[in-house]
Structures are given as C-alpha cells and as structure tokens.
C-alpha cells in the first residue's frame, strides 16, 4: 500500500508509552500490548494444563496405582479442567487475536473501551491465580471436576471456595471482553465497512460477544449460589434442605453449553481467514458463514440438556433437546461445506496455517459426528460419562479451537512479531501433534463404546492395551507441542524480517506494516468492497 | 505522538446498556430458582410471606421509586447548566439509598433477632419450604443490597466529579450511566418486593 513509505510511527513493539520494561505491558491500553500479554498468561496456563493432562494419561497407562493416588487423580482433572476451560480455551482466541486483530481488521485504532479491556485482563489472572492457590490452601484441593456438581461441591471437604469464586472472576472477565467487542463493532467499523463488508473473524467475534454476554452471567449467578451455599448453608441445591441438585445441572448448563460456542465460534473465525487466503479466492457462501454463526450462537442456547440425558428429565425435555442438538449441528455443517466449495478449482497455497486449518475441517468432523452420537437419546445411555465423551469433547474443543489456535497462530504470526517463522520445523510439529492427538483420544472412542467410565484413575484389565496406545499418543502429542511452541520463540530471533502481507491475505490487517505501528492506521481507511476479494 | 483519546457518549452508553443486561440475567437466574421452589412449596411460600412486613416493603420501595426519579432529575439540571440543583438531587438521591439500607437492616435484624436466617436450627424446624423461603430472601435482598452500596459509590464518585466540574453540561455520560445503573437497581426490587412481601 502506498501510505507504507510514509510511515514514521513506531510499531507497537516500539512505542512504550509513559512507562517502563514491565511496566509498559501490565499497564499498557493498547489492544495489541494486551492480546500479547494474554497470549503469554495464556500459554503459561496451558503448559500447567497440558502437563496435569500429559500426567493423568501417565497414570492410566497401567490399571491400579501408576505414579498417583485416586485423590491425586481426582485432584488433577478438576484442576486440568478448570484451567483449560476457563484459562484456555474460552479466553483462547477471542482475547488473544480478537483483542489484536479485531480492532485492524474493521479499521479502527482500538477497541471502545481500552481501560476496560485492561481490567479484563487483570480479572483474568486474579481468577486463575484464585484457582492456582486452591490447591495449596485449605484442606486439600478441589476434586470435584471443573462442573462443580452439587451436592458435593458443598459437601468435600477439598478447598473449593477460591476455586469457584476464580471461576465467577474469569467469567466476569469474559463477559468484559464480550461487552467490548460488541460496542468496538458497533461503533467503530471504518466509513464504509458496513455489516455484510464485514470479515468473517469480527463477525464470529461478535456473535460469540452475545454468548458470552447474555450466557455468562447465569454460571455467575450459579457459582455465587454454590459459594452460598457452602458458606451460610441456605438449601439450593442440597435434598436434605429441599433444594435441588437437579436444577444446579440445568443453571451449570445453561451457560457451560452455550459455553463451548463461545470455544470454537471464534475458531470457526479463524478458519474463514485462513481457508481464502491460502486460496486466493473469495470465500464461497460468505452471507450462510454469516448467518450460521449467528444460528449457532441463538440454537445454542437451547440444547444444554444434552449433557443431562441420564440425570432424570421427562420424556418431552428428552426428545426435545435431542432434537435441538441435533438442528445446532446444521449451521456447522453449512460452514464445512463453504469452506470445503472454497478450496474446490483453487491454487491453493499449501502453507503452515492451511495445513492447521485443513488438520481443524478433519478433527472437528470427527468430533461434530460423534456429538451427533451423544446427542441420539439411546446411544447416549450407553455413552454417558464413558470416555467416548472424553474423546468427543477433546476432538472438538482440543481439535476444534486447538487446531485453530495453533492456525491462527501461525497465520498471523509475522503480522504480531514482524518475523517469518521455519516453515520447515512448523510442519514436522504438526505432523508429530497430529499424529499423537489423534494415537491419544481416537483411542478413546473405543475405549468409551466397551465402557471403560471417564474421571476413574483405575480401570480393568481388558482397557489396558488402548490404554497403552492412548498414553503413548499423549507422550507424542506432548513432544509435538513443544517443537511448535519452540520453534515460534526460536523464530523470533532467527526468523526473517515479514513483509506487510505474506500471504497475499485481502483483509485490511494485511494492509498495514508488521508488526503493526502503535495507532494501527495512520488514515483510517475507507472500505470499498467486501473482505476476501480476489479476482 | 501522543494516542488521541477520542470521545463518544453513544459507545459508552450502549457498553452500559449491555452491561445492565449482563445484570438482568444474574438476577433472571434467581428469579427461575425462585419459580422453581415457589412451583414445589405453593403452600409454605405463602404462609412465609405473611411474616414479611408489607408496610416496610412499601416504604422501601416508595423510597427508591422517588430516588430514581431525583436521579433522572439531576442530569436535566446538568443539561440545564444548573450544578447546585444537580448536586442536591444527587444528594437527595445518597440519602434515600442509604434510608433503603437503614430498613432493610432493621428488617434483617428483626428476622436474625427470631432466628430466622439461613443455616438456623429454628427456621430448619419450620420445613423446607420456609427454608428455601428464607434463603431465597436473604440471598436476594442481600445481592440487590449490595447493588445498592455499588450504586451509592458510584453516585458519590459521580458527585465528587460534578463538585470538580469534571462532569459538566457537555459531559455528562458518566452521570447518565449512573442512572441507567441506579433505574436497574429500582427495577429489581419492583420484581422483588411483589415475589417476596405481595405474593401472599
């Protein structure tokens, strides 16, 4: 672009603003000195997860007692899911390249409201230190898995207080950066950016925005309830007071569903960036990618009864949700379909992040088939708490907004850091990954359909050879991470200076120099044509 | 280069609008608990109420009713320029939230005085519906109680800034955020007051 030779800003790498060192992150408002820093408590947080997980599959590559006790067990997959739902993959793509790219990608210099998308970030490492300090404080820690069931959740005596309060701060910072985001795409899209001129990451963002807007607050509530409870004993959900343990599943769900959009929608973002870039060709059926992220975000609300199929609920709310879950699959489908139409007569440009995005479209098809499984009520009672669901959930939100991560990651690495990374080392560690992933939790569905029961550090002899195999693929998995992981800081000293579009990539993040100077546009500029426009 | 801080009242208008209906679905969480259980216990829902005072209910909602009409007073006068008439309001607006807290404790410390709170032997011995009764109260009253403080903080900063002239006739959003904020707390308890003192 022609304005690039005029560029005298510094990039935000640069500019450090009225503080120093340290000080110019933890207190800086700029949305791309933020994303950073959650990228960094980000990857912290998951290295923690990934070596509790990597630890857990340890443990089960034998039946009995392997390298822990039950409690231990039970211990570190409350602590694993916690971290990784909350920590991870809810914040994951939203507050990391949402929080960076959003604002460019619909012109404008920041987010609506900058302080706030701080504080967010503070929220967010106040509730994951929270959860951190539960387990070395009180009488043991929490060990009632990351759905805090009542009635034990009040009734262990593990050390659940700062464990759920650390999850109603995460959500408070969820909802902060939703609430943000809304108003940054309502506001301040560049003159001429009108809605449907809008990519298709914001527009994944913002439908995600509502999720976490109108969804989050319920497992506040929730949460404040089961602290409540503990604490003044008033009856909610514990029988012998009258309350309810039953509608606790219903109020968890109604946001821990609608949860799991607010996963892989921005995923889904991310992979509609992705698929036309290295494709050199307008996205096919941009206004159904719209429409069904959209879908996807209001049916979601609905089907929370999905995970409750065994719990006890009359037979209309059965077939009810079962039919919903089965709806909420169609716009899923619809944005397979697109993305696969795109590739079709296109010179595709096989690169790192279409390798991820192509590993995402076989991993989440798996992992949306076996859904459907779940979902049908009588293969459901088979399935339930199996590790079939372990398996399902860890193709879809490991796989799914993962594989995502790991794609955007790579897309729009040389636009963050303003260096190319080894191609070469990128692809040897998604083909290790892949390969373990899919040793690790493909295992699992057979495991699950001859009935060998999730959240149990013991099994029967007849698991052990698929257990075997599982554990391996873990330690497999586990190596492959690392050489990606290595391989982006390694890049960051080695790697060659990036040109403004690497890619050949048409969205306006392309447009400007990388890494991005302080205020983003030194023009905000004025958007003629729809995104992904290629000849 | 100095980062140009730009200002736009709409933006912060509707972030405080999304952020209010953050607020009504916390609450909405209750209100379904609250059906559930009243769904269950038809019978002692009813009979726990007559123990509530309607009398201090009505007060305390005559209260905020008028606390809210003072506060939408107080941005007129900001836009009318007249800061002594917007200071008083807002003033007006402190007291009546802090003689809403003044009746409420009052009303807690009679039930507390009868053993009536959650987690008492005494109120055990009176059924789970009265149980369920009571947590519900406290829990929601307590939680809208608290509103009320971070409403009264709010409105004081708020007025601490108009003193400073730091809110003025052309910049008066935060003013009207407060309100928005202070009309959702008075909206809560005009579903509260019916749930728990009305409904007999």
Not at chain 1, 486 to 500: E, M, Q, T, V, Y
Not at chain 2, 123 to 128: N, V
Not at chain 2, 139 to 165: E, Q
Request: net charge positive.
């Amino acid at each position: 672009m022609s304005t690039q030779k005029g560029f005298e800003e510094p990039s935000y790498l640069e500019y450090k603003g009225k503080y120093k060192g340290i000080f110019s992150w933890i207190l800086s408002t700029d949305h791309k000195r933020i994303a950073i820093l959650y990228l960094f408590s980000l990857l912290t947080f998951f290295a923690i997860g990934a070596t509790l997980g990597l630890l857990m599959k340890l443990e089960l590559i034998a039946p009995g007692k392997t390298i822990m006790t039950a409690q231990t067990y039970n211990a570190f997959f409350t602590l694993h899911g916690i971290i990784m739902i909350f920590a991870v993959v809810i914040p994951g793509l939203p507050a990391v390249f949402g929080n960076f790219f959003l604002p460019i990608m619909i012109g404008a210099k920041d987010v609506a409201f900058p302080r706030l998308n701080l504080l967010s970030w503070y929220f967010y490492v106040t509730g994951v230190s929270l959860v951190l300090i539960s387990q070395f404080t009180g009488q043991g820690p929490p060990d009632t898995g990351w759905t805090f069931y009542a009635p034990y959740s009040f009734r262990t005596t593990g050390n659940m207080l700062p464990a759920v309060f650390g999850a109603f701060v995460l959500g408070f910072s969820s909802i902060l950066t939703g609430l943000n985001f809304l108003v940054t795409i309502h506001r301040m899209r560049a003159p001429g950016m009108t809605w449907l001129r809008m990519p298709l990451f914001p527009w994944t963002l913002y439908a995600t925005g509502w999720v976490q807007l109108l969804a989050t607050p319920i497992i506040g509530i929730t949460l404040l309830m089961i602290v409540a409870e503990r604490t003044l004993h008033i009856g909610f959900f514990d029988p012998t007071l009258g309350g309810d343990p039953l509608l606790y599943q219903h109020l968890f769900w109604t946001y821990s569903h609608p949860a799991v959009y607010i996963m892989i929608l921005p995923a889904m973002g991310a992979i509609s960036e992705i698929i036309p870039t290295f494709c050199h060709k307008t996205i096919f059926g941009y206004k159904f990618i719209v429409a069904s992220s959209i879908a996807i975000a209001f049916v979601g609300y609905f089907i929370w009864g999905h995970h409750m199929f065994t719990s006890g609920m009359s037979g209309t709310a059965l077939y009810t949700f079962s039919l919903l879950t089965f709806i909420v699959a169609i716009p899923s489908a619809v944005k397979v379909f697109n993305w696969i139409s795109t590739m079709h007569k296109a010179s595709i440009d096989l690169q790192t992040p279409f390798f991820w995005a192509v590993g995402f479209l076989f991993v989440f098809m798996i992992g949306g088939f076996s859904g459907l499984i779940l979902g049908s009520l009588a293969t459901n009672i088979h399935l339930h708490n199996t590790h079939f669901v372990v398996a399902h959930f860890h193709f879809i939100v490991f796989g799914g907004t993962g594989y995502a991560f790991f794609g955007a990651m790579h897309y729009w690495y040389p636009k963050i850091t303003g260096k190319m990374y080894d191609s070469r080392w990128a692809n040897t560690g998604l083909i290790i990954f892949f390969a373990g992933f899919i040793t690790l939790y493909g295992e699992m569905f057979f495991l699950g359909m001859r009935g060998m029961p999730r959240r149990y550090y013991d099994y029967d002899e007849i698991f052990h050879t698929g257990n075997i195999f599982s554990s391996l693929g873990a330690v497999v998995m586990y190596f492959g991470l690392a050489v990606i992981i290595i391989n982006l800081f390694s890049s960051l000293r080695n790697g060659a200076k990036a040109p403004s579009d690497p890619w050949g990539g048409k969205t306006l993040e392309w447009t400007i120099p990388s890494p991005p100077p302080v205020e983003n546009f030194e023009e905000i500029p004025v958007v003629t044509k729809g995104p992904y426009n290629y000849k | 280069m100095i980062l140009v801080t730009h200002r736009d009242d709409l933006t912060s208008k509707t972030g405080m609008w999304l952020f209010l209906f953050t607020e009504m679905l916390l609450f909405g969480g209750l209100f379904i608990v609250y059906s559930v259980y009243r769904y269950r216990n038809p019978v002692s829902f009813h009979l726990a109420a007559h123990d509530l005072s309607v009398a201090i209910g009505t007060i305390n909602t005559i209260i905020l009713l008028v606390s809210s009409t003072t506060i939408a007073m107080s941005i007129t006068a900001i836009q009318k320029k007249n800061k002594k008439l917007a200071l008083l309001l807002l003033g007006m607006t402190i007291v009546l939230g802090l003689a809403f807290l003044v009746n409420k404790y009052f009303e807690w410390g009679k039930h507390i005085k009868e053993h009536i709170y959650p987690g008492s032997s005494v109120l055990a011995l009176r059924g789970h519906g009265d149980v369920l009764f009571y947590g519900l109260y406290f829990f929601m009253t307590g939680l809208h109680a608290l509103h009320i403080i971070i409403g009264l903080v709010f409105i004081m900063v708020i007025t601490a800034s108009i003193l400073r002239d730091k809110i003025n006739s052309e910049n008066y959003v935060l003013l009207e955020n407060s309100g928005l904020y202070w009309h959702l707390v008075d909206l809560i308890w005009i579903f509260l007051f019916p749930l728990f003192y009305l409904i007999t």
